[in-house]
């Protein structure tokens, strides 16, 4: 401003126009005169009277200024926005996305509750904007190197939240490692270290079941997680479910009869209230230790596969009561044959991993193995028939073709699943789907020398060196949708 003194020095150096040394309480010229000093580091401001005159502008209209009405923009597209906003309005357009090829629903119901949980957690936040831009990736295109950044930001916020976990918010972080599991499946595995994203989940649901449920959407996202993790846990021995986790899994499954029920009654019971109990929580939650343990539950894995031999009529009954539309993807019938053909994929390769059980146990041979090429046949029926809804919209087949693969020695079965399995294998570039296969291939040999009945040319160490090995496996979440999960008290 002008004419404002710029010195800091006191008032008497000022108007004497003196230089100041700012020394305090008293300045050494002030000192020596004995006079009192003030002022000292202050602003001074000289204020000005200033008369304005009023003055008229006009700006010149042209007719540059008046646009048509189609070219004004929505006003609501002028909103204010920030990164989380810009997230949110990415994950709900993937949402509102109901061809069934590219449905992410199929992951999940609880997915749609997300956007409205943003801001409260850093790793939900950074994972729903990866896989936000990940799966818009529908041509199979390479992914600039932002979208590798995204990823890894989200990996590093993960980590930190795992490290420090937060019981208010452990569910959002359980839903972001979910979400990373599946960009992974989809645009590319990263080398994250020696502990699977599985394990993760596997130990932050454990805190879960300890703690409790505190509401729906934590027993919604339970249910849907559960399920991949159990699948990791035949796969991965590291993974030991607790107590407290299959406690919930039991409640979240109908509720059984005091007394055991003869298999015909129950049945009866499942045709009335039209579910599937093959694919209860606590009967596939027993694969893990039917796998690990064979011989100690030879009575419990016979009466499950009766079970599931029950349900596959009733699955096939199902999809012949529903038209096959050849086109019209986006419909809700589309997307209902999806989750019934995923619940059905999966029986049938519930019942091939029994079948191959049983055979080990060297009762029945050529019983099971007529069994085991009928189950694989349908699977095959089912892949051709669900080719159409790839890539997302198949993903189901991934694991179902791996155990059927792994399950024949007939030459034309096995090409055609080959075939088949390479058809889905390339629509997901992250993982090296091959070594599932592989890993079921040496786990049925391993079963078979665990019980004394090897094939020639079976390799015990070759079974046991690939079974050690750690498999990822995503599971596509649409068959959750025929896996009852009502919660009981």
């Not at 050494?28 to 009277?49: A, D, E, I, V």
């Not at 200024?65 to 597209?77: E, G, K, W």
């Not at 049925?444 to 046991?464: H, S, T």
């Amino acid at each position: 401003m002008p004419g404002v003194p710029k010195s800091k020095g006191c008032d008497g150096c000022i108007k004497v126009k003196k230089g100041c040394d700012l020394l305090k309480p008293s300045c050494s010229r002030c000192t020596r005169l004995g006079m009192q000093c003030t002022g000292t580091n202050s602003k001074r401001y000289k204020f000005l009277h200033v008369h304005l005159q009023p003055h008229e502008h006009r700006i010149p209209v042209t007719e540059s200024r008046f646009l048509p009405v189609a070219f004004i923009r929505d006003p609501l597209s002028l909103m204010p926005t920030n990164s989380t906003t810009r997230t949110a309005s990415a994950f709900v357009a993937r949402l509102e996305v109901h061809d069934v090829r590219y449905d992410i629903s199929a992951y999940g119901g609880f997915l749609k509750y997300l956007p409205q949980r943003l801001g409260v957690n850093r790793s939900l936040d950074a994972a729903m904007d990866a896989f936000s831009v990940a799966f818009s990736n529908y041509n199979g295109e390479p992914y600039s190197l932002a979208v590798f950044r995204k990823y890894v930001k989200a990996i590093s916020a993960v980590r930190d939240c795992v490290s420090r976990p937060d019981g208010e918010t452990l569910v959002e972080t359980i839903c972001a490692i979910y979400l990373l599991m599946l960009v992974q499946a989809w645009m590319g595995r990263q080398n994250d270290g020696l502990v699977s994203h599985e394990e993760g989940l596997a130990y932050l649901l454990d805190i879960i079941a300890n703690n409790g449920c505190h509401d729906e959407f934590d027993t919604l996202v339970f249910a849907v997680i559960a399920i991949p993790v159990v699948y990791a846990s035949m796969t991965n021995s590291r993974i030991n479910l607790g107590p407290a986790f299959w406690s919930i899994m039991q409640r979240l499954a109908p509720p059984k009869p005091p007394t055991p029920e003869p298999l015909d009654e129950e049945m009866a019971l499942a045709d009335q209230g039209g579910t599937f109990p093959s694919l209860h929580f606590q009967n596939l939650g027993k694969l893990p230790s039917f796998l690990r343990e064979p011989e100690s539950h030879y009575g419990e894995i016979l009466y499950i596969y009766d079970m599931v031999q029950r349900d596959i009529p009733r699955f096939e009954a199902k999809l012949a009561e529903m038209p096959i539309l050849l086109s019209q993807l986006d419909t809700p019938n589309a997307r209902t044959r999806r989750d019934i053909q995923s619940a059905y994929a999966m029986a049938l390769a519930m019942a091939i991993v029994l079948n191959q059980i049983l055979e080990a146990f060297g009762h029945f041979s050529s019983k099971w193995s007529k069994d085991c090429n009928s189950f694989i046949k349908k699977i095959i029926n089912v892949a051709e028939e669900a080719s159409r809804f790839r890539p997302i919209g198949a993903g189901f087949m991934v694991g179902s073709l791996s155990i059927a693969w792994a399950a024949t020695a007939e030459p034309k079965l096995k090409k055609q699943l080959q075939y088949l399995k390479d058809e889905f294998f390339k629509s997901f570039k992250g993982e090296n789907w091959e070594n599932m296969a592989t890993w079921w291939f040496y786990k049925y040999m391993e079963i078979r020398f665990r019980l004394g009945r090897p094939r020639p040319g079976d390799d015990y160490e070759k079974a046991m060196r690939e079974t050690a090995k750690f498999v990822s496996c995503v599971q596509c979440a649409a068959s959750h949708n025929y896996i009852e999960n009502p919660i009981h008290t």
